[in-house]
């Protein structure tokens, strides 16, 4: 029997580029928090229109100080989940953070899928990051926010015997993919409920989890601010929101 190695090769790069297009529209259009919420605080059941406003992967020395600017204009605090490694490269970034009154969550050190990792290495990365975070910003957090949210029940029992809080996400603005801010902020403004927690990023994009283009992040804070508190929300941060 002769193979054809043309057709072959054309079959398996299809099959290649179809699983490819198969994770990007699993991304851009579905919100995987959805399926690992349980046993986590994603959302707070509030009377008050409270909302808490959530940065992913950072400190990012040029999009972070943009977005501290804007929130400083804005009047608002929201909560940096940042990645041990980045406070380590930009430590002055996370400390501007704490200085402007904002909080501090631990997103792991190396921005690591952690559904696999065994109970000691999901000890080890989240103590390292803890002793990162407090050696720049003097700060112990007490929240943890896992990369892409995935977590099985038994890493979920283990952080919280830790001492640690698993804070997702209610509402995601999607914005690493770089939509326009506009629509980010009608997406939120349509769907935004009292407690809801939102989810944006001040590092990092489709691809990787630092530099990126954020611009579109940096647009949405005045626009995004200025349409809720006409709404009668109020931003606040994690901590706030969780006593």
């Avoid at 990792?117 to 050696?135: D, R």
């Avoid at 995935?150 to 283990?158: F, H, P």
């Avoid at 995601?172 to 989810?199: A, C, E, M, Q």
Wanted: aromatic fraction near 12%; charge should be positive; glycine fraction near 6%.
């Amino acid at each position: 029997m002769t193979i054809n190695w043309g057709w072959l090769t054309f079959i398996v790069v299809v099959f290649i580029l179809a699983v490819v297009l198969l994770v990007m529209c699993f991304c851009l259009f579905f919100d995987q928090a959805l399926l690992t919420r349980r046993g986590t605080v994603y959302r707070v059941k509030s009377s008050k229109k409270q909302i808490a406003l959530t940065f992913d992967d950072g400190p990012s020395p040029l999009w972070t100080p943009k977005i501290l600017d804007e929130l400083k204009k804005a009047n608002i605090k929201a909560t940096f989940f940042m990645i041990g490694h980045h406070v380590k490269k930009y430590p002055e970034i996370a400390r501007r953070v704490i200085e402007e009154g904002h909080t501090i969550g631990n997103h792991g050190y190396a921005h690591s899928v952690m559904i696999y990792y065994t109970l000691p290495e999901i000890e080890e990365e989240i103590k390292y990051s803890e002793v990162v975070i407090k050696e720049a910003t003097g700060v112990t957090t007490n929240i943890f926010r896992p990369p892409k949210a995935w977590l099985s029940k038994e890493l979920k029992i283990k952080i919280k015997s830790m001492g640690y809080q698993i804070v997702l996400w209610s509402l995601n603005s999607k914005d690493w993919v770089s939509f326009n801010h506009k629509y980010i902020v009608k997406y939120i403004t349509r769907h935004v409920k009292p407690g809801d927690i939102l989810l944006f990023h001040d590092s990092g994009d489709v691809f990787k989890a630092e530099g990126g283009d954020r611009l579109q992040t940096v647009l949405a804070i005045p626009l995004l601010a200025e349409t809720l508190k006409a709404k009668g929300y109020e931003f606040v941060s994690i901590r706030e929101m969780l006593t």
